[in-house]
């Protein structure tokens, strides 16, 4: 018993210091690097697209914007790296964005590091390197523990996983949303945003 | 030449009798024939003859979808369904119906063009489309169930990304005006193509795919929906989805007195509890697949059915607003619209026999009694009920109902069919659909114009004239500070010249009256509607929305000048297929001429061009009527302009050779079709 509660201290003192480390980023603004135990280190992306689902009317532009953009012209929603939930009956539609994840779970698990984080174009997003990624879709399974569907996708035409990589600072979803449901929010110094913050969506 | 985008290439063809399913090449029939409407009316002509019946295993149901279906192209959502018409009265005839939605693009990504649907299964089915594959599945327990819980069981086997085209008890029923509905609320109405669907013993059709759309030019495509979507709409300002964050930005649909989500709710009880945050009833914009205008509201609350409901449909029961005009748009208005969509009956329909009834009972034609219907009390849910649920179940006075109006008045005869050609306007053997604004203003009231009738006369169903000619003089009606019931023409002259110069080639054509202001101004009426008719073949071989396109009326600038360039420079970039706008046109008119012949075919003449005596009889608001022989002189100029045959309104040979229709001359030869030998 008394073993149990210690190891629940311990594990409290842990999220504590975690969380405690958010504050000093996103207060203290020196710091880009977030560390996490396991010593993984990711700078924090610079934006993310945010969703307000109550004023989505559905249309699916996001989607074609996005597959049309990124995929060379192949128009489809499967190969779309936002996802649209759509209760058609209910009336209730849920655009699922990437959260460019302060601890990114797909780039953790990518095992040819093909997943990076974008500092080239300053977004600081986390993209996949086309030219590296090797088709595993380990990212897809990691993502998927947290966020479902899982925001990587495979892409199986070209055996290469997809995600979200802001299109280069200027998000298509993002111009196109004729109801303006989407916002990408900036910020120079970083944003504590997606896993470990939210854990589900 | 085969396009590098658009299609995805295959035509799915499923034979229900014997169960086969095979598939044939799209390019047999495009880019010659664009897609969609023109597509579907090849199809009709290859296998359709006159001799088959609606109800027959023989005819075909045909779902075509455009080249700009399943990708970023604005108003993509929407296909056609053609095939023979039951709802085309007296004789069964080639018609179309376009549907919005989600289903277009599930297609598409499928891995099919088009859909060809022949025979008629042994026992309730269902289709099952899904990437590349189609099978014909059992739908013994889907029998019988409502459109909405027909869908729910399909998503649960099939998973929430599936689309479904579903009849309800209507179309099992074999109606002639029962809808194919999608979703909650977007349904093939006009033609009746539900009944089609039920005589096949076909409940539904379910599609997934999860394939692509190639897209030829992806950044000219990028670059032109941006600037259409700059043309209709704004983001919303937060505080209302319905305002635009531009303040005095208009929506441009319908000429700009409409907007977004606008055409669902009327004020009354409805709209005051879903402005209501604490009553838990909403309403929000509801968009169609790739549509920046989200012109429907998607509406629910706690006691109502919930969904999408739009124009027609969301008006089908404006009678209760007399019934209890204290509350005007109340949830029986909603509700007797919603029922109608659950047993899968044609919205617009009823929007004739409603009233019609209501005539007949207030001239003591029919009795409470003899119909079983409250007639006493048209407006309240106990009447809607009553007659929806009768019309499906083909019950008692439904039996004949679910017929269609006009076949109905027909069979009573006498002074009810006399009553019900003023909701049906088109005399000869090829009527069958409902009065749709023949007036600016609507019947009886309005004003006369001359491009409308004609319009009329020659459409083979109701002449979707609300949508682009309409829309423009909507538009000057609304610079004015007017509205459709109460512009006078003369006023809104002005503002339309510069408009119909861009559209119909010369600021005359804005003046459909003479000087004197007493006599309607027929000369530019052949042209205008030879143009006309060019815009929505185009527009629905493409396959963009009516409501958008064609884009002829700009609101939000001084000389309101519209581009009707949009369409073809949209198709350019999906297809990679250079198309200018005058030889868009000339592809509008062989479809157009293409669509006669199918007519022709089915018998119709220059006689069957024609409105009911009624509509020469009747002043219009202004004092002038409209004049048989100058309704006649004008069909002979647009004969003349089409190249058809001018004492029998055939096309002949001559114009379907220049227009590469060869097949079609020797289908009409083959019919002893004189003309044609010309």
């Known amino acids: ?201 | 030449m085969t396009p590098k985008g658009g299609w995805v290439g295959k035509i799915l063809r499923v034979d229900l009798t014997t169960g086969k399913v095979s598939v044939t090449s799209t390019f047999d029939y495009v880019p010659k024939f664009l897609g969609g409407r023109g597509l579907g009316a090849k199809i009709c002509w290859d296998e359709v003859p006159p001799e088959v019946g609606a109800f027959d295993p023989e005819n075909r149901l045909i779902l075509a979808t455009g080249p700009l279906q399943g990708t970023l192209a604005p108003t993509s959502g929407r296909f056609t369904v053609l095939g023979k018409a039951p709802q085309t009265a007296p004789t069964e005839s080639f018609c179309r119906s376009g549907v919005g939605g989600h289903f277009a693009p599930e297609l598409k990504w499928a891995g099919f063009d088009a859909l060809i649907i022949q025979g008629k299964a042994p026992k309730p089915v269902y289709l099952w489309i899904s990437d590349q594959r189609a099978e014909i599945l059992d739908a013994t327990r889907l029998w019988g169930l409502d459109t909405y819980q027909a869908q729910q069981m399909i998503w649960k086997l099939h998973g929430w990304k599936t689309r479904v085209m579903v009849i309800g008890r209507a179309g099992e029923n074999r109606s002639r005006i029962a809808c194919i509905l999608t979703d909650t609320g977007d349904a093939s109405g006009q033609g009746g193509f539900g009944g089609v669907m039920g005589s096949k013993n076909l409940k539904a059709i379910a599609v997934r795919g999860t394939g692509s759309v190639p897209v030829a030019r992806p950044k000219a495509l990028m670059e032109i929906t941006h600037h259409i979507h700059k043309l209709f709409a704004r983001k919303p300002s937060h505080s209302d989805p319905y305002q635009p964050e531009e303040k005095n930005f208009k929506y441009n649909i319908w000429g700009g007195g409409y907007g977004r989500g606008s055409l669902s709710l009327l004020p009354g009880e409805l709209l005051d509890l879903c402005q209501d945050p604490s009553s838990g009833y909403s309403q929000i914009p509801d968009g169609c697949f790739a549509c920046p205008v989200s012109c429907r509201s998607r509406v629910k609350g706690p006691d109502i059915t919930p969904g999408v409901a739009f124009c027609a449909q969301s008006y089908m029961y404006l009678e209760s607003m007399v019934h209890q005009p204290e509350k005007g748009y109340s949830k029986i208005t909603w509700q007797a619209a919603k029922l109608g969509d659950l047993l899968g009956i044609n919205a617009y329909e009823l929007m004739a026999i409603v009233p019609w009834l209501s005539d007949c009972y207030r001239e003591k034609l029919i009795t409470e009694e003899e119909t079983g219907l409250p007639l006493n009390e048209i407006g309240s849910w106990n009447f809607a009920s009553k007659l929806l649920h009768k019309i499906a179940n083909r019950e008692g006075l439904g039996d004949l109902l679910a017929e269609g109006g006009q076949r109905a008045a027909a069979k009573l005869g006498g002074k009810a069919e006399k009553l019900s050609f003023m909701y049906y306007p088109r005399a000869g053997n090829f009527g069958g659909y409902r009065e749709h604004w023949v007036y600016l203003g609507g019947f009886p009231t309005g004003y006369a114009i001359p491009s409308l009738a004609l319009m009329w006369v020659l459409d083979n169903r109701d002449a979707l004239v609300s949508h682009s000619y309409i829309a423009m003089l909507w538009g000057a009606a609304f610079t004015i500070g007017q509205n459709a019931l109460t512009a006078v023409p003369e006023k809104i002259f002005p503002a339309l010249k510069t408009a119909m110069k861009v559209a119909y080639g010369s600021e005359e054509a804005a003046e459909f009256l003479h000087a004197d202001g007493k006599n309607l101004n027929w000369k530019w009426a052949a042209p205008v509607v030879k143009r006309y008719h060019e815009h929505s073949l185009l527009k629905d071989s493409y396959i963009l929305c009516d409501v958008l396109f064609p884009y002829l009326f700009n609101a939000n600038s001084a000389d309101h000048a519209g581009d009707p360039s949009l369409e073809s420079r949209i198709y350019s970039a999906v297809t990679g297929i250079e198309m200018s706008l005058e030889e868009s046109y000339g592809q509008g008119e062989m479809l157009c001429t293409l669509e006669r012949a199918l007519a022709v075919r089915d018998g119709r003449t220059r006689k069957d061009d024609i409105l009911h005596d009624l509509y020469f009889e009747k002043e219009d608001a202004g004092g002038r009527k409209y004049i048989r022989e100058d309704l006649e002189r004008a069909k002979s100029e647009y004969y003349r302009l089409m190249g058809w045959d001018v004492n029998s309104g055939i096309p002949t040979a001559a114009i379907l050779e220049r227009l590469g229709l060869k097949e079609v001359t020797a289908g009409l030869q083959k019919r002893g079709l004189p003309e044609v030998k010309s």
Do not use: W
Request: aromatic share 6%; proline share 5%.
């Open chain 1, 1 to 201: 018993m008394t073993k149990d509660i210690d190891r629940r201290t311990v594990l409290k003192g842990f999220t504590l210091g975690a969380f405690a480390l958010g504050s000093v980023v996103s207060l203290g603004s020196l710091l880009e690097i977030i560390t996490f135990p396991n010593g993984q280190k990711a700078a924090l992306a610079r934006g993310v697209i945010l969703a307000d689902k109550s004023l989505c009317s559905g249309c699916r532009i996001c989607e074609m914007v996005c597959a049309n953009f990124n995929s060379a012209g192949r128009n489809s929603d499967s190969l779309s790296l936002l996802l649209l939930e759509k209760d058609y009956l209910r009336g209730d539609y849920q655009p699922k964005v990437c959260h460019q994840c302060a601890d990114p779970p797909c780039l953790k698990a990518c095992p040819v590091t093909a997943l990076q984080i974008d500092r080239q174009r300053g977004t600081y997003a986390r993209v996949i390197d086309e030219r590296a990624c090797i088709g595993c879709q380990k990212c897809v399974d990691a993502c998927q523990r947290y966020f479902r569907p899982s925001r990587p996708r495979f892409d199986p035409e070209k055996h290469r996983t997809v995600k979200c990589h802001l299109c280069f600072g200027d998000p298509q979803c993002v111009k196109f949303c004729p109801l303006g449901v989407l916002r990408l929010e900036r910020s120079e110094k970083g944003l504590l945003v997606g896993y470990p913050i939210i854990q589900e969506d």
